[in-house]
Antibody, heavy 115, light 108 residues
Framework: EVQLVESGGGVIQPGGSLRLSCAAS????????MSWVRQAPGKGLEWVSV????????YYADSVKGRFTISRDTSKNTLYLQMNSLRAEDTAVYYC????????WGQGTLVTVSS | DIQMTQSPSSVSASVGDRVTITCRAS??????LVWYQQKPGKAPKLLIY???SLQSGVPSRFSGSGSGTDFTLTISSLQPEDFATYYC??????????FGQGTKVEIK
């Protein structure tokens, strides 16, 4: 069964850092496009970042460029999102998702940026 | 970036009703349009890709149509499990992938 499981969310103060993980099973992270998509409370979906298969080119939404870094560990078959200089507006459920169109999705992990 | 606009933002309907949701792209995206369904507290679920191709396991009461800039998602006979929020997404020009703002289908 193909499955993605996120972890690493929590409450963090503005300006702080957090690293999210997305562990994959049933498929190979490095062989697929892997994205992070977030959803602020009561709001819609916002694509955040992607790492492409193969060479691993990375891209970011303007809202997180320069603050977030996407990466993967092939030995652990895991995707990561390093989030620095966090702001209140980064508060959201963060989902990892594979491929384009996005399928499958993980269950999400909540990040709350608050003092 | 391509902007996606859905209408309506919400719709109230009864079980058995036919429901249509529209999605408009700010520029031609051919048939690179995706629909997702999201239930409260859950991750989005892929319903339709390439404007009209049904994802495996999705009931045939769901259908999609359109090309260019105008698209529709139709639920032919609304079932209790279909009450959810639906999002369109363009997959023509990325990154970034962009989503519509969502349409909430509520019980009348």
């Amino acid at each position: 069964e193909v499955q993605l499981v996120e972890s690493g969310g929590g409450v963090i103060q503005p300006g702080g850092s957090l690293r999210l993980s997305c562990a994959a099973s049933g498929f190979t992270v490095s062989s697929n496009y892997m994205s992070w998509v977030r959803q602020a409370p009561g709001k819609g979906l916002e694509w955040v970042s992607v790492i492409y298969s193969g060479g691993g080119s990375t891209y970011y939404a303007d809202s997180v460029k320069g603050r977030f870094t996407i990466s993967r560990d092939t030995s652990k078959n895991t995707l990561y999102l390093q989030m620095n200089s966090l702001r209140a507006e980064d508060t959201a459920v963060y989902y990892c998702a594979a491929n384009s169109p996005f399928d499958p999705w993980g269950q999400g992990t909540l990040v709350t940026v608050s003092s | 970036d391509i902007q996606m606009t859905q209408s309506p933002s919400s719709v109230s309907a009864s079980v058995g009703d036919r429901v249509t949701i529209t999605c408009r792209a700010s520029q031609d995206i051919s048939r690179w349009l995706v629909w997702y369904q999201q239930k409260p507290g859950k991750a989005p679920k892929l319903l339709i890709y390439a404007a009209s191709s049904l994802q495996s396991g999705v009931p045939s009461r769901f259908s999609g149509s359109g090309s260019g800039t105008d698209f529709t998602l139709t639920i032919s006979s609304l079932q209790p499990e279909d009450f959810a929020t639906y999002y369109c997404q363009q997959a023509n020009s990325f990154p970034p992938w962009t989503f519509g703002q969502g349409t909430k289908v509520e019980i009348k």
